[in-house]
């Protein structure tokens, strides 16, 4: 029996590495020549590089670059045995970056992304994955393009600060002295946010909050954005100001898409062909994934359904191992997961779930195959094998 292990991580309890490994464990107690491969697996936000190494294989980097609120920082990233740089936007210019209390997107920079990506290139890729969730930015990628050697200058023809707050004094961008191997780099934007730059449902509006904008901070930061997309637009004549994913991770999706050709895709689908997730399937009788908490949003391209719709192509059951079953679940069943297991045997303060998640996640993969063992003698009661 072929099994393909590729669950995402149990948020703040246990890496996608090490819950396949227990999902492993589990499923070895009942089917132990079981030929099991395990794909970590991530959808672009944190923990993408570690799952796609852990997956793919692929050796990990350091570069040193200017984080979030201009101070140096050392981030890391890492070219996969395929020869693909795979990057996480958060480790340059994320918000667990930035101390408690100094959130300040009007003041928060890309330029560190830029930097990673050069270091990425000099190292020898020549495709960069750029997973980009998680920012505290809303500079709409324009220091990420300084740092790749555009220019934004004032009417005065001084180069601006760092930040969206100073889009506002946006006159002139010079991209003459973009590096000339950006162009040569195909850059795949994991990202599974759909706002636009601007507006109501724009970048500002929807996640400035949480970055620390408030609701004045909030309406300057989208004037300024724009006064830059029509900059942009005149200038260069590129409009993707509406554009799906232009609004990511505080616009910096425009910026990649304007000054780099970068396209930008669902983050559990780029990471999924980045592994080459489908060859693995082929030969599959069963996929096993999971997360901490399964609900209605997981429907929403989180990593579970993104699996489960490349198992269906193949005609392959899809199991879900999560920590918990929130309401909305069953939406999960009409998108190829064909059962959810929770690890909780028993009612359980969170914290003692957390702490014994290894355990639990083991124990419950047993159980599932446990299940599946009693679905297997009764087809060969009947004459039916698997």
């Keep these: 029996m072929k099994i393909i292990i590729a669950p995402d991580s149990f948020k703040g309890s246990m890496c996608s590495m090490d819950v396949a490994s227990h999902i492993e464990k589990g499923v070895l107690k009942v089917y132990p020549n079981a030929d099991i491969i395990k794909i970590p697996v991530a959808d672009g936000g944190e923990g993408t590089v570690d799952a796609l190494v852990a997956g793919a294989g692929g050796t990990f980097h350091t570069a040193y670059v200017t984080g979030p609120m201009g101070n140096g920082i050392p981030a890391k990233y890492a070219i996969l045995d395929n020869g693909a740089a795979v990057l996480e936007m958060a480790a340059s210019s994320g918000l667990p970056l930035v101390p408690q209390g100094c959130l300040n997107p009007l003041n928060a920079t890309t330029y560190g992304v830029g930097q990673l990506m050069l ?4 190292n020898g890729a020549k495709e960069i994955v750029l997973g980009i969730g998680g920012s505290a930015t809303n500079d709409g990628g324009v220091g990420m393009a300084q740092a790749l050697g ?10 601006l600060d760092f930040g969206g707050g100073a889009l506002g004094h946006l006159a002139h961008i010079d991209v003459s002295g ?3 191997r950006i162009i040569n780099t195909r850059i795949r934007v994991a990202s599974d946010v759909s706002n636009p730059l601007c507006g109501p449902d724009g970048t500002s509006a929807v996640f400035g909050p949480q970055k620390g904008a ?22 260069l004549g590129i409009d993707i ?15 990649l898409m304007a000054f ?3 396209s930008i895709s669902s983050g559990i689908d780029t990471m999924l062909d980045v592994a080459q997730f489908d060859e693995k399937l082929i030969g599959a009788n069963l996929c096993i994934t999971g997360e901490g908490q399964i609900d209605g949003s997981t429907a929403y391209g989180k990593v579970p359904v993104g699996i489960a719709a490349r198992a269906v192509r193949y005609n392959i059951p899809v199991l879900a191992v999560v920590g918990g079953i929130g309401e909305g679940a069953e939406a999960c069943y009409a998108l190829g997961i064909d059962s959810i297991i929770s690890i909780t045997s028993r009612a359980m303060p969170l914290e003692e779930a957390m702490l014994r998640s290894g355990e ?15 679905g297997v003698l009764m087809n060969y009661s009947h004459g039916v094998g698997m």
């Design 214 to 235: 408030s609701p004045d901070m909030i309406a300057k930061l989208d004037r300024n954005l724009k006064h830059y997309a029509a900059v942009v637009k005149n200038q």
């Design 119 to 122: 270091a990425a290139i000099e």
């Design 150 to 159: 555009c220019s934004f200058t004032d009417r005065s023809g001084k180069n």
């Design 178 to 180: 973009l590096d000339p």
């Design 241 to 255: 100001a509406e554009v799906h994913g232009a609004g990511a991770a505080g616009g910096l999706g425009f910026g």
């Design 260 to 262: 780099c050709r970068a």
């Design 360 to 374: 639990l996640i083991e124990d419950a993969a047993e159980r599932a195959m446990r299940m599946l063992r009693i």
